[in-house]
């Protein structure tokens, strides 16, 4: 796997863990940055991991039309360009509609494609040829060995600045499970895996309105997903999880994180070892 050079940080297949941290959403620009500022300190304390801060400027798919949704792409993409000249942070977030590629590539160093949207050829195509990272989320209802397909859009593009997210399969209603074979299955394919331990613990939909979660899983899953060969882990983290605008169930609190994230980075290079 070719290396992914960012803000600072280069993703590697013999490097530190990386993990991608933040917010579900921009709730506000006080808030993100607040939010940035405790994450990169945390980071800073730890040996052997590397921080990408994501938070969405817009949740598009919520499950409700009253749900939160964010501040929109112009503003979202503005705090998100503060938290990377404040804090010297490289930063991502979804897009959701193939004419955001252009705007978001200006501060993005990611582009995360959503994973009800991973077939969205329009939209990968676009993402693809901004020549920036893109990190596709597999979508709930597809197996390991179909994002083949969507690798070959983004290569055909002209890009092969591919990140690979497991974010659990569609188990019955309102549930999801995770196949650990499908990290060692798309690491096959030549590029990044990594390991949604926010989203795969979702019950879609489950309260309704909103989708229900069930947070205390994640540490079991995200060290699973190490073991199993995940180069990276996405996590979603708020200081006040109850009040979140968004993935209230879901999120993790900032603090159990410090716990967590050295469990992981310790994990990653044992496994690196054998």
């Known amino acids: 796997m ?9 993703i590697k297949e013999n490097g530190p863990l990386t993990i991608i941290c933040g917010p579900c959403v921009i709730e506000s620009k006080e808030h993100t940055l607040t939010c940035a500022k405790y994450l990169k300190e945390l980071v800073s304390t730890i040996d052997d991991l590397e921080l990408i801060f994501k938070a969405s400027f817009d949740k598009a798919n919520r499950s409700s039309i009253t749900s939160f949704r964010g501040p929109g792409i112009t503003e979202g993409l503005d705090i998100l360009n503060e938290v990377k000249e404040t804090y010297n942070l490289p930063v991502t977030s979804d897009i ?9 590539k200006e501060v993005l160093d990611i582009l ?9 050829t329009d939209l990968i195509v676009t993402a693809a040829k901004t020549n920036k990272p893109v990190n596709i989320k597999k979508g709930q209802f597809l197996a ?31 549930n999801l499970v995770s ?17 949604d331990a926010s989203h795969s613990v979702q019950l ?14 994640i540490p079991t899953l995200a060290k699973s997903a190490i073991a199993a060969g995940a180069n990276m882990i996405f ?14 169930s879901s999120v993790f609190p900032f603090d159990h994180l410090k716990k967590l994230l050295k469990q992981l980075a ?8 054998l």
């Open 204 to 217: 879609p939909g489950g309260q309704c309105d909103t989708s229900g979660g069930q947070r205390e899983f």
């Open 266 to 273: 310790t994990l990653h290079k044992t496994v690196q070892s």
């Open 112 to 120: 995360q494609i959503p994973a009800f949207l991973c077939r969205q």
């Open 179 to 195: 196949d650990f074979r499908s990290i060692p299955i798309m690491k096959d394919l030549g590029h990044f895996v990594c390991y």
């Open 96 to 104: 959701h509609r193939p004419e955001q590629a252009e705007k978001a």
């Open 2 to 10: 070719n290396p992914i050079k960012l803000t600072n940080l280069e």
């Open 144 to 174: 390991p060995w179909d994002m083949k397909n969507v690798v070959d859009k983004i290569k055909q593009s002209g890009n092969d600045q591919i990140i690979l997210t497991d974010r659990g399969t569609t188990f019955g209603y309102n």
């Open 235 to 248: 996590l979603e983290a708020h200081p006040d999880p109850k009040n979140a605008k968004s993935d209230a």
